[in-house]
């Protein structure tokens, strides 16, 4: 077992239109103890953990920078003058031209570039020396007696008893650029430098460090650095913001993150929470301790609260972007396949509950496994037909209710539309939620429903000749699992794996539930006559470059029933070669859901502390912003396009960068999402969690 601690969940929060704070054209920020200060749109405001307030003076126009000193008070730059704020009341301190940037120091001296001179300030004003170069003065950095200038023409330091600059620059030395937009210093006196070609760290004279996309940089042409007392190191560009934080690269970018990606500022507080100023407003990142039990207890209040229709688990659409609280639960052509998981994760965490002695816990599972499931199950009673469960059902009080399309067909107590040809995506869901219900709840009466259920959908598909016939008498679309298609017809040679695979596990499970021998006749027949133990060793399969993710989760699903209950070793022999085969093929994918049930399938080491990896990086965010990684430096791009003809990665991206998906969706994609009108539901981190819980594959040292 892989014991879990804490972790660092990224988690955010933006701040735009206040009720009297307008905080888009955010321009600068900074933080000084626990007060946040910034230059946005309404002018001068201060946050102080709750509430943001405007103070503002007689500007002549919005201020453009912003120092907040060590004493307390901030100083800021309107373009013509210099106004000093205690807290209290504004000061006018000095009028200057063209002051392009300043910096305070260890003894609290202000440095400052204006008038095309440098500029310090003690108890009074003195001009150092004159700016010997005709370039912009971007940043200033201080470090013991050395004062740095990042410019537009080079790095240049001040040095000696009569103060001179010592340039650096392109043509001269190691640096990439003379573009150098900003610069910071820590205490060993490296000099982080953020410039158009990647990051510059400087040292001693001819110390030379340069990070690009190769290094794990995700942007290049960088814009500003923060250097954070803990380990970590911010910087921001026009196309969001990139942290490195215990030697990992994290890149933030898209609504999930921040109001805007043109990002102009970063302030970052002593626990290295950074405060981000961009177009559109502000965002607050920061990593906050948490289990992954107490991570699921959210995701489980997501799904109560967001995501249930009759029982139904799915996405929500929503009503406006990012809102939601907003919409209604989507009525989807998968309600039986995305309700099964749920199902099957509510099972797991009731028995985990039940176990560990948590009595009110595992009554709440047991709830929502058992409303859940009874919806499922009035899938294949609401047709009339036996044997054959729906797609997805809607009641005559929803809007969608008599909506024209060929699939959906009325009940005749006029009630109810349900809609077919329900796919074998349906069928292996059900598949795969009905046995672990009955092995895992209590209710014997419901625990019968489940079998008989299980039957009449297995009697349907053996009766008509492996496949799933509709109410037109035809078979539907991928309700195939016929000898004849899958071995002797052409056209259905990519499926011939993946099928097999799924009708063993439909017998193996009603077999088990119903004890009726007959389905371990047809199941052996089917292997020894028509080779279906043989067809699932290659079932996974990829043409040219492209692999069906969709078809990975039914795999996986289907390996889960049939492993569970086939015990003669020489017929595992077979199916764990399958079983090896495919975890092979997707290990890379880091798929928490994947690797643990290979886990608890063979016993043996699953990558648990990738899959858990994976868990900890999903946002607790689970909209589906549009996210765009392709201009990326540190990613390479496949050659090969996804299914559906989207540009994808050779290595998956962390969770926290990807586009939202399920397990079914392509974890390479680079570029996606729904405009911010789709949340997700949580059972897919859900499903993974509770089913490692419950197979002791991970334990926490500490629990909610």
Known sequence: MLLVSEFGQWVKEAFVELSEVDLRDARQISVVGKLVRAIVKSGFVEFDGET???????????????????????????????????????????????????????SGTVWLVAENALWRYRDSW??????????????????????????????????????????????????????????????????????????????????????????????????????????????????????????????????????????????????????????????????QKM??????????????????????????????????????????????????????????????AKRE??????????????????????????????GFPARAVRHKREPEFGATHPEWHRTE????????????????????????????????DLKQQVAETARRIADHIIEHGFFLVDIDAKPTTWGVWSPEKLNNDETWWAERGLNSLELLAILKATYHMTGDKRYQQIYRNLIERHRYALNTVRQKIVVNGITNHSDDELAFLSYYTLLRYETDSELQRILLMSLERTWRMERKERNPLWNFIYGALTGKLCDAEAAVKTLQEIPLDLVHWNVRNNHRKDVQVDESLGRFGELQAIEPLPFTERPMHKWNGNPYRLDGGANGMVEEDATFFLLPYWLAQFHRLIGESTHR
């Open 52 to 106: 943001w307030r405007t103070n503002n003076a007689d500007w002549s126009e919005l201020p453009s920078l912003l120092l907040s000193r060590c004493d307390n008070s901030a100083w800021v730059y309107d373009g013509k003058r210099i106004g000093a704020w205690d807290g209290k009341r504004w000061q006018a301190l000095r009028e200057m031209e063209a002051l392009t940037a300043w910096s305070e120091d260890e």
């Open 413 to 444: 107590d006029g009630e109810w539309e349900w809609k077919g040809d329900t796919s074998s995506d349906e069928i292996v869901g059900h598949f795969f939620a009905y046995p672990i219900a009955y092995d895992l709840l209590p209710d014997e």
């Open 291 to 352: 289990t992954l039990a107490e991570k699921a207890a959210i995701f489980e209040r997501q799904v109560n609260e967001r995501h249930k229709r009759f029982g139904y688990v799915t996405v929500r659409w929503l009503e406006r972007q990012g809102d939601v609280n907003s919409g209604r639960v989507e009525i989807s052509d998968n309600d039986g396949l995305w309700t099964a998981l749920y199902v099957a994760a509510e099972c797991f965490r009731y028995k985990v």
């Open 126 to 287: 003195e001009k150092v020396t004159r700016i010997p170069f005709n370039a912009e003065v971007r940043s200033i950095a201080c470090w013991r007696d050395q004062v740095a200038l990042a410019t537009s023409f080079g790095f240049w330091f001040l040095q000696g008893k009569r103060f001179h600059f010592k340039e650096l620059l392109k043509d001269f030395s190691l640096l990439p650029t003379n573009d150098i937009r900003d610069v910071a210093v820590d205490s060993f006196g490296h000099w982080w430098l953020a410039t158009d070609k990647g990051i510059v760290v400087f040292c001693d004279g001819d110390g030379w460090l340069h990070l690009t996309g190769k290094d794990g940089v995700p942007i290049e042409n960088l814009n500003k650095v923060r250097l954070g007392k803990n380990k970590g190191a911010w910087f921001a560009s026009n196309f969001g913001v990139i942290c490195l934080k215990d030697g990992e690269w994290h890149y933030f970018a898209s609504q999930r993150w921040l109001p805007s990606d043109d990002v102009r500022d970063i302030a970052l507080s002593d626990d290295e929470t950074a405060f981000i100023a961009t177009s559109k407003g502000i965002a607050k990142i920061w990593q």
């Open 357 to 386: 002695g948590r009595e009110d816990e595992a009554e709440e599972a047991l709830q929502n496994a058992t409303e859940s499931l009874r919806a499922l199950l009035f899938l294949e009673q609401v047709t009339g037909i036996k």
